[in-house]
Structure formats: structure tokens, C-alpha cells
């Protein structure tokens, strides 16, 4: 009740919107890494949320380091030469080496450990917003507020990289939080206090002369997860209206190098979101980066490091066959879903070094359209549910309908038509390093927008008052590096639904958080 009153973060939305515009007018750059010259970085961002616990509450992808958010496993070409040359880097998702042998094997321990603690006007989310529905005025929950300690965003990685062979480098990387799935008759005591340990991240990654292959469970492409496209908030991952979502995956990619800027090509084989489609969901993308423009950066609630403007580009293509819409099905019913991602991070005043990010300014960004992909976003169904089928016979046992996919995805119509459900988003975030101690002291807002164009219609009108067809969600964040290794944050979140009968309802956080990365 205390936050119900809060003001919204309107100079964060403006801005952000005045310097995505700028971005989008100067087209051809951005692309965002987590280390300053890694071809292929993948960047660490720790925020996270796609568990049970997070609701799967935003996660918080990296394990940075002191001056550089290093992730899952970057490895880069040694340089053609008719002798062996040694290894210039294999790096993955910690910044330093714990264990090398004389044969070149390299083995390396990581993590880090977290406190959040949530106040919200309403008793609507666990640890995480995400694209949770928010409760109403005149129900229990959205009369009353709630408070949250956790510590179950700890993360630990481990990574492991092979000498090279015949010119091929070999890394790997196993990252666990501890936000999984607790039975449905924990107490509420163990549901906070024991952390039952979740499958993050699980891959390999080989970097050769003729392309690079990533085998196991990565960030989509979609999105170009994981490379810097993150907004800077101390809010769980993925926020409202952010593509945020990992998958086992069969990925190539090739980086054409220059001096001045590298071009990344890559398409995915990837788990299907529905395994009786019978196939992949096949995903492709395209990243720009111009390397000697760059500026500070952090993803999620990590530690900022340097990384160059960029844009990238990048869609799905899925197939869907739902179980036909009666009570004994006996055919599939065939639908195709599609998705398009526009991401960017642009440094408006850039920076060159870790070591002083003062009155560093970025902001990114990401615009996504498609149908059929909620499950992409975190968490995001809107509320919407399949139908009931008539008990037209008057049995005494009504027929039920069991589907095949999940709910949120698809949906069946009146007439018993199945539809793909249309998502349309914007995320802007902004960041600002003061000039305090070389930037060990930041701030930094997001904007998201969401909106469905037949999330409503699809709704028999009794139910319309379940479902939300738009959201709009601002953050407001203030962090301080308190030493190398430790992070002080604090954030004011606002999210604000509005329901298919016109009713709209909102919801407001204040959050704490303290990491301490090793």
C-alpha cells in the first residue's frame, strides 16, 4: 500500500525515447559485448527470471568481473601461421583462470553471491515482474502488499577450455542458479530458504577456420541473447516486454573481421516450443559492431564493462500441430508462429576504458513483433487460457479438453479455430556512470511497452476481465561498486496492465540488492 502512490519514471521514458530515435537515425552500428575486443562476445548479464521462484524471475545471465562482464564461452582464432601459435584467448564465463596445465588445459570457477529483497503494493509476483498479471483493486491480493527475501539468484559457473587442435579451440561451460521449481506443497519458509539447484546454461563452443559451433543449451538467437542487448536494472530478467529465454540449441556462426567492424551471421536448429510439431524452431539473426566506438555497459546487475555500439537483427520460424479442439482429438490442427527482433546499444558518450566509465552514457534498446512466441518473453501467457468444450449432451461428466502446448501460445476461437496470439514490443534503457570514483556509481531507467492485437478477441467476453492486451512497465535503478568485487543497488519498478473489460491495474516495487562476485 505504501507504493501505490509513487509517481511513475516520466524523464527516463523520455529521454530513452529521444536517444533510441537518435539511434535509429543513425542506422548502420551497434553492436554490444561485454568485453572491448572479443569477436564473439557473448556477454555475461546475470538478471533472470524464468523459474517457478522468479516466476521464473528475471535472471542475472553474467559472471562479471571486476572490469569486465565475461559470459558463457568466448573463444577466438589463433592467427594462421605454418607453426602452432599459442592461444591469444578462450575465455567463457569467468574472468580469470583457476587451473592450467602444462598441456594447456584450462579450468575455471566462478559465481556470484546475492541478496534481493522486494517490497510490492500488491501480492501479485514472486521474486521476479516479469510478465506476470497483476492483481486488481477489490481482490485479496491486489488490496494487500508483500515483502521478499531471497538469496536463491546466487549463481555458480564453471568452464573449461581445451588446447587448441588442427586450429580448433574447444571451450565449455555449466552455470547453475538456484531458482528451481520447488513441489507444490513446499511451505512458504522452504520455498525461500532452500534453493533447489536450476540448469542455466550447459554448452560447448568450438571456434574453427570455417565457422563456430555452439552445441547445448545457450541464449536464443532470438534476440541475440547474451551479447550485450540487455537493459542496466537491478529488476530480474527478463523484464516486461523483453526477449529473455535460453534453450538447448545446434547453433553455426561465422564473424568476418575488420579492424573497424566485425559482421556476425548465425542461424539455430532449437529446441521446438512444442515437441509434437515434429520439428526445430529455426532461428537466424545478423550483428554489426563498430569496434572503435564504444562506451560502458552492463547487462542486467552485473558489473559494467566496455563494448562496442551495435545493432542486430534476428527471427523465428516455428510450427505448431495442437490436438483438434473436441474431447477425444484424433488429428492435429496446423499453425505456423514467427517472430522479428531489432536489438541496439549505442553509446551516446562514449568510453574507452573500464578504468574511469565518468559521465559515461548508454542507451539500448529492443523492438520485437511476431506471433505464437509469448513463451519467449518471460512468463507471458496476458492470462489467456484455451476454452472449455460445451457439454452440449448434458453428461454428467463435462468433456475436457487436454492440450498439447502451453498456455498463452495458441488459443482456439469460438468456432473451435485455432489462432497464433499476437505480441508486439518496445525495451529502452538508459544508463549514466557519475563521475564519482571513475563511475563506481551509476544510474540507470528502462521503459518497456507490450501489446496484444487479438489476446481480447480470442477471449469469450465473460473472460475478458482475466486477460491484459497492454502493459507498460519503468524502472528507475542507482548502483555503487563498493570495492572490485562488491555491488550495493537499489530500484523503484512500476508496472501497469490494462485487462480486456477496460479495467486497468497496477503495481509498484522498491528492491535492495547485494552482490558479491568472485
Known amino acids: 500500500m505504501m507504493l501505490r502512490t509513487l509517481p511513475r519514471v516520466a524523464p527516463i521514458l523520455a529521454l530513452s525515447l529521444i536517444t533510441l530515435h537518435a539511434a535509429a537515425q543513425g542506422g548502420d552500428a551497434d553492436r554490444s559485448t561485454d568485453k572491448p575486443a572479443a569477436p564473439d562476445k557473448s556477454a555475461a548479464t546475470p538478471a533472470d527470471a524464468d523459474d517457478a521462484e522468479h516466476a521464473d524471475a528475471s535472471a542475472r545471465d553474467a559472471k562479471p568481473k ?48 546475492a541478496l534481493n529483497a522486494m517490497h510490492d503494493s500488491t501480492q501479485s509476483f514472486g521474486a521476479g515482474v516479469n510478465n506476470a498479471v497483476v492483481a486488481r483493486r477489490g481482490t485479496y491480493a ?55 539447484p536450476r ?66 551471421v548465425a542461424g539455430a536448429a532449437v529446441r521446438p516450443v512444442q515437441k509434437a510439431s515434429g520439428i526445430p524452431d529455426f532461428e537466424g539473426g545478423l550483428r554489426l559492431a563498430i569496434n572503435h566506438f564504444t562506451g560502458a555497459n552492463q547487462q542486467a546487475y552485473g558489473q559494467p564493462s566496455i ?20 474431447r477425444k482429438p484424433a488429428d492435429p490442427v496446423q499453425k505456423v508462429g514467427w517472430g522479428f527482433a531489432l536489438d541496439a546499444v549505442l553509446p551516446i558518450i562514449p568510453r574507452s576504458s573500464n578504468d574511469d566509465r565518468s559521465n559515461g552514457l548508454t542507451v539500448t534498446g529492443e523492438f520485437t513483433t511476431g506471433t505464437g512466441i509469448s513463451d519467449l518473453y518471460t512468463g507471458l501467457t496476458g492470462g489467456a487460457l ?22 498463452g501460445i495458441v488459443t482456439f476461437d469460438a468456432n473451435g479455430a485455432l489462432h497464433t496470439i499476437n505480441w508486439q514490443a518496445v525495451v529502452v534503457g538508459l544508463q549514466y556512470y557519475l563521475p564519482i570514483g571513475g563511475g563506481r556509481v551509476w544510474v540507470s531507467g528502462s521503459y518497456t511497452q507490450t501489446k496484444s492485437t487479438n489476446i481480447t478477441v480470442l477471449t469469450p467476453i465473460p473472460n475478458r476481465g482475466s486477460v491484459y492486451f497492454k502493459s507498460e512497465y519503468e524502472d528507475g535503478n542507482l548502483f555503487v561498486a563498493i570495492t572490485d568485487a562488491v555491488q550495493l543497488s537499489a530500484s523503484f519498478q512500476t508496472v501497469r496492465q490494462l485487462f480486456g473489460d477496460g479495467v486497468s491495474a497496477r503495481n509498484n516495487r522498491i528492491e535492495f540488492g547485494s552482490h558479491f562476485f568472485f
Open 66 to 113: 571486476p572490469h569486465e562482464l565475461k559470459a558463457e564461452p568466448v573463444v577466438e582464432l589463433p592467427p594462421p601461421s605454418s607453426v602452432a601459435a599459442p592461444r591469444t584467448r578462450i575465455e567463457s564465463g569467468c574472468p580469470r583462470t583457476n587451473f592450467e596445465d602444462k598441456t594447456g588445459w584450462r579450468l575455471s570457477l566462478c559465481g556470484y553471491a
Open 142 to 196: 491486489g488490496d494487500h502488499d508483500q515483502m521478499q527475501f531471497t538469496a536463491k539468484d546466487s549463481r555458480l559457473t564453471v568452464d573449461a577450455s581445451a588446447p587448441p587442435t588442427h586450429g580448433i579451440e574447444a571451450a565449455g561451460l555449466i552455470q547453475l542458479d538456484f531458482t528451481g521449481v520447488m513441489p507444490s506443497e513446499t511451505t512458504e519458509n522452504d520455498t525461500y530458504v532452500f534453493g533447489t
Open 199 to 264: 540448469l542455466r546454461l550447459a554448452m560447448m563452443k568450438l571456434h574453427t577456420p570455417v565457422v563456430d559451433v555452439i552445441a547445448g543449451q545457450y541464449h536464443d538467437l532470438f534476440g541475440w541473447g547474451g551479447t550485450g542487448y540487455f537493459p542496466s536494472t537491478l529488476g530480474f530478467l527478463g523484464l516486461p516486454g523483453e526477449i529473455y529465454h535460453r534453450q538447448p540449441q545446434f547453433r553455426l556462426s561465422k564473424t568476418l573481421h575488420t579492424d573497424a567492424v566485425d559482421v556476425d
Open 307 to 326: 563494448g562496442p555500439a551495435s545493432i542486430g537483427v534476428s527471427g523465428i520460424a516455428r510450427r505448431f500441430e495442437v490436438a483438434e479442439f473436441v
Open 386 to 407: 484455451f476454452p472449455t468444450i460445451s457439454n452440449d449432451t448434458a453428461s454428467p461428466v463435462p468433456p475436457y479438453y487436454t492440450p498439447n502446448i502451453d498456455s
